[in-house]
C-alpha cells in the first residue's frame, strides 16, 4: 500500500503535463501512487496519461466529462489507497525532496497538514516566491501551529491554496463527513475550513514547488465559494473563538477580488458582485471590523471605502480623470525630466501629467526645453501647457480651471517620488472624495484666545492626525496633495488676489480656498523624509517663506482679503468648524497629540531595531555558511 496518494486534476492544455509528470517521478520519496482525473475530451492529455501510467504501474488513470477541480479531488478521493494526500494539477513543479520534505514534518509533528512556500509563475514564466505562513503572527519559533495560536487570524496565517501541502487521510476523512462532503468544495473553501479544523499544521519555510497559475474563478465563484466557507467555519464548535476570523474573511476575500478581478466596472456583472459587497460590508455583523482584527491598515480603509459608497457613488468616483499638475522654471527645467521619470513608475497611472511653464521664462518655447522633455511632449506621455508667470501658483491655477470635473494632484519640481504616492492619494481620496488628501502635512496651532500660532509653532510634519479629515490640518504640496473637483470657490482664482497677498505662498492660498468652501485634509501615510534631487535646494520658497516668517505676512494678508470678500473672521470661523472635520484646540488636545507623534517615534525606531537586529543575525549566518564552506 503507497504511503502518499497524489491526486493530479487535468484540465489545463497538455503542454503543461508532462514537466509536472517528470517533477512527480523524481521525487526522491517515491512510495506513493498518483490518480490522474482528466477530462476525457482533452484528448492529447489523455494520451500522455495513458503512456505514463503504462510504464509507471503507480500512475492510474481516471477519465471524466466535464470535470471541475473540486469534481475532480472527490472522485479521486474515493480511489486513494495512501494515508496521505496531495492534491495538484497540470503545470505544478516539484523540487526532488517535496514529498520528503512534507512527510517529514508532517509525521514528526503528528499533524493533520504540512505546508511549505512556494512560486507562482508569471506569464513571462517567472516565479514569484510566496511566503505560505505569516510567521510574524504566530508565536515566535513556532514550527507548527492551530486555531489556538492564533483564533482572529487564522484564516488567513497560511495562504488558502491546496497544491503546497500534504494532508493526513484520515483528518480529510473526519471532516469531510462531519461538513457534508468538503473535498467537493472549492480550493479556498477546502484549504480554509481545514486550516481551522486541524489540530496541528506544521510548516517548511522553502520554496519546493511552483505552480503555473491560480484557477479562474468568476465573481458568481467567488461569491458563491465565501459565503459557503463562512456557513462551514460557523458549523465549528469553536466558531465563537474565531469570530474574528470568521468576519474578517469576507472583507480580505471580496476587497481582493475587486482589486485582481474587476476589470470593466461599468458591466452588469462587477455592478451586481460591488453591490452586494457593500450590502455585505453594512450588514451588523460587520459592525466590529477594524483594522486590528484585518491586520492590515490598508484593508482596513479599504473595506471602509466600499462600505461608504454604494455602486452608483463608487462609479462616479472612479470614472474621473487622474491629472498631475506641476510647474518648473529655468533653473530646474533639466532636472524636472527626472522627477517625470519617478511619475512614470508609479504603480497607480495618472491619465494626463501636464507641465506649466511661463512663457516669459522660456520666450523660445520649445527651443528653449531640453531635447528629453521635448521629446516625451511629442510621445504624448507629457502635455506641455503655456501660461503666465504665477511663479508656483502655475501647478493649480490653471489646472483647477481647466480640468473642473477632474482630480488634480499637484507635485513639485524637486523631488522623486515612491512609486505608491499617487496609489496612496487616489485609496485615500475614494474614502474621503469631500477632503482634499496629502502625503505631508502640519497642524495647525490655535491658542486659547482663538488666534493661529506663527507658523514656525505648529506641528511640523505630523503623524498625528493620520486618515482623520482635520480642518486645522495644513497640506503641503511638495509629497503630492490631491484635489477633488468642485470643492472650490472661484473667488480664489484671481491672479491679481494672488500675486498680492501671496506670490511666493501657493500651500497658504490653496489652504484658503479649502478653508473657504469647508474642506478638510487628510493625511495619507505616515512621514517619510523627502528625497530632494541633487542640485535643487540652493533657491527655495522654503528659505524666504520660513526661515524669515513671511509665511506669517502672507497669511495676515489673506486672512485680511478673505475679511473683505466674505465677512469678518470668515478663516478662523470655518477653520474651527467642527462639522467639517476634527479641531484639535486647547494646550491638552496638542498635548496629547504631540504625544502620540513621540509614541510613533518611539515605535519606528524599535521597528528599526528589530530590522536591524535580524540583519546582523542574518549576516553572522552567512559568515558561518561562508567559513564551513571553505573549510
Known amino acids: 500500500m503507497p504511503l502518499i496518494s497524489i491526486i493530479l486534476t487535468v484540465l489545463q492544455e497538455a503542454s503543461l503535463l508532462s514537466e509536472t509528470l517528470c517533477a512527480i517521478q523524481m521525487q526522491s520519496f517515491a512510495d506513493y501512487e498518483v490518480l490522474c482525473v482528466v477530462d476525457a475530451r482533452n484528448a492529447e492529455a489523455v494520451k500522455i496519461l495513458n503512456q505514463t501510467a503504462q510504464m509507471d504501474n503507480r500512475f492510474a488513470v481516471i477519465q471524466q466529462k466535464e470535470l471541475t477541480f473540486s469534481s475532480a479531488r472527490g472522485m479521486g478521493f474515493t480511489q486513494t489507497k495512501g494515508e496521505y494526500l496531495l492534491f495538484s494539477g497540470s503545470g505544478d513543479v516539484f523540487a526532488p525532496d517535496f514529498l520528503e520534505q512534507l512527510y517529514g514534518t508532517l509525521t514528526q509533528n503528528d499533524a493533520d497538514i504540512a505546508l511549505c512556500n512556494y ?155 460591488y453591490q452586494m459587497v457593500h450590502d455585505t460590508f453594512n450588514q451588523e455583523d460587520y459592525a466590529a471590523v477594524t483594522a486590528t482584527t484585518l491586520r492590515n491598515p490598508h484593508r482596513y480603509r479599504e473595506f471602509l471605502t ?35 521619470e519617478t511619475l512614470f513608475a508609479q504603480t497607480r497611472k495618472a491619465d494626463q501629467i501636464i507641465l506649466w511653464l511661463a512663457e516669459e521664462q522660456f520666450p523660445e518655447k520649445e527651443k528653449d526645453l531640453p531635447d528629453e522633455l ?79 500660532f506663527p507658523y514656525h509653532m505648529w506641528i511640523q510634519e505630523t503623524d498625528a492626525c493620520l486618515h482623520m479629515p482635520s480642518m486645522q490640518l495644513f497640506a503641503t504640496g511638495g509629497a503630492g496633495t490631491l484635489y477633488p473637483p468642485h470643492l ?102 496638542v498635548s496629547r497629540h504631540i504625544d502620540l507623534e513621540r509614541q510613533q517615534g518611539r515605535k519606528k525606531s524599535a521597528s528599526l531595531e528589530s530590522q536591524l537586529h535580524q540583519a546582523g543575525k542574518h549576516l553572522t549566518l552567512l559568515e558561518s555558511e561562508k567559513k564551513q564552506r571553505l573549510h
Open 374 to 452: 521635448v521629446k516625451l511632449a511629442e510621445e504624448e506621455r507629457l502635455s506641455i501647457r503655456w501660461c503666465n508667470d504665477l511663479k508656483a501658483h502655475k501647478k493649480y491655477f490653471y489646472a483647477f480651471q481647466e480640468f473642473a470635473e477632474n482630480i488634480i494632484v499637484t507635485v513639485d519640481d524637486d523631488l522623486q517620488y515612491s512609486p505608491n504616492t499617487l496609489e496612496t492619494l487616489y485609496r485615500s481620496y475614494l474614502l474621503y472624495p469631500d477632503a482634499v488628501s496629502t502625503m505631508r502635512g502640519h497642524l495647525m496651532l490655535i491658542s486659547p484666545e482663538n488666534e493661529i
Open 306 to 340: 466600499v462600505k461608504k459608497h454604494d455602486y452608483e457613488t463608487m462609479y462616479r468616483l472612479i470614472r474621473r480623470r487622474l491629472i498631475i499638475s506641476l510647474t518648473t522654471y529655468p533653473k530646474r527645467i533639466h532636472v524636472v525630466v527626472q522627477v517625470l
Open 119 to 273: 512560486g507562482v509563475r508569471n506569464r513571462a514564466g517567472k516565479p514569484i516566491s510566496q511566503q505560505a505562513v505569516h510567521t510574524n503572527w504566530l508565536p515566535s519559533g513556532v514550527t507548527s501551529f492551530c486555531y489556538h495560536d492564533c483564533p482572529d487570524y487564522i484564516l488567513r496565517v497560511a495562504e488558502p491554496v491546496l497544491w503546497n501541502r500534504l494532508f493526513k487521510k484520515k483528518f480529510l476523512s473526519r471532516l469531510n463527513e462531519t461538513t457534508e462532503g468538503i473535498l467537493s468544495v472549492d480550493q479556498r473553501c477546502l484549504s480554509t475550513v481545514s486550516a481551522a479544523a486541524a489540530q496541528k499544521i506544521s510548516f517548511i519555510q522553502k520554496d519546493l514547488m511552483q505552480t503555473g497559475a491560480y484557477p479562474r474563478e468568476t465573481l458568481a465563484d467567488v461569491e458563491a465559494s465565501v459565503f459557503k466557507t463562512v456557513g462551514i467555519l460557523r458549523e465549528l464548535p469553536y466558531s465563537r473563538q474565531i469570530e474574528n476570523a470568521i468576519t474578517s474573511f469576507p472583507v480580505n476575500h471580496f476587497i481582493l477580488t475587486l482589486a485582481r478581478e474587476v476589470k470593466d466596472f461599468s458591466s452588469a456583472e462587477a455592478k451586481r458582485f
Open 488 to 589: 472650490f470657490r472661484k473667488e480664489f482664482l484671481d491672479e491679481e488676489a494672488i500675486m498680492h497677498c501671496c506670490p511666493l505662498a501657493d500651500d497658504l492660498w490653496l489652504k484658503a480656498m479649502q478653508v473657504a468652501s469647508g474642506v478638510p485634509v487628510v493625511l495619507t501615510s505616515q512621514f517619510e523624509p523627502l528625497r530632494y534631487l541633487p542640485g535643487t535646494q540652493e533657491e527655495t520658497l522654503y528659505q524666504l517663506n520660513g526661515r524669515q516668517n513671511q509665511n506669517d505676512v502672507q497669511l495676515a494678508a489673506i486672512m485680511k482679503w478673505m475679511d473683505d470678500k466674505f465677512g469678518n473672521n470668515t478663516f478662523l470661523r470655518n477653520l474651527t468648524n467642527s462639522d467639517r472635520g476634527e479641531i484639535i484646540l486647547g494646550l491638552e488636545r
